[in-house]
């Protein structure tokens, strides 16, 4: 069951890898600053939390089996609590939060939350 959370992993550094690049890409083609926004460590954050988050969740499999979904939850509230707390004052300096800056955190956000359900959904499949 070790190979699910090694699985995880790395299926996350590598889509994370993919959208930065994608991302970068994106922004160069349109004569954007690429790392602007605390774009680099927003896909950092993002990767470490959702990380972490999964194998906390993965490590309370047995003890807290009903109690996975709240679990998952309260990870989710972590990372909006980290959003709120590292990147949102930076963000609100200017006094409003535009679209790259939005897409420096949610993109990578987005993609690990994806990732995490899907692979929770699977892995808690594969427990009953």
Known sequence: MKHTFTLFSLKLIIVLAAAFAIHLFILSVNSLPLFDDKIVLAYIVNAVLAITIF????????????QLGFL???GSLLKFLVFFIV???????????????????FVPYLLSLVLE???????LNKME
């Open 72 to 74: 998952f939850l309260g």
């Open 117 to 123: 359900t899907f692979s929770l959904a699977k892995w």
């Open 55 to 66: 194998g906390f969740l993965f490590k309370m499999k047995e003890k807290y089996k009903d």
């Open 87 to 105: 990147f949102y004052p930076f963000y609100k300096i200017d006094g409003n939060i535009s679209k790259l800056e939005f897409a420096a955190f």
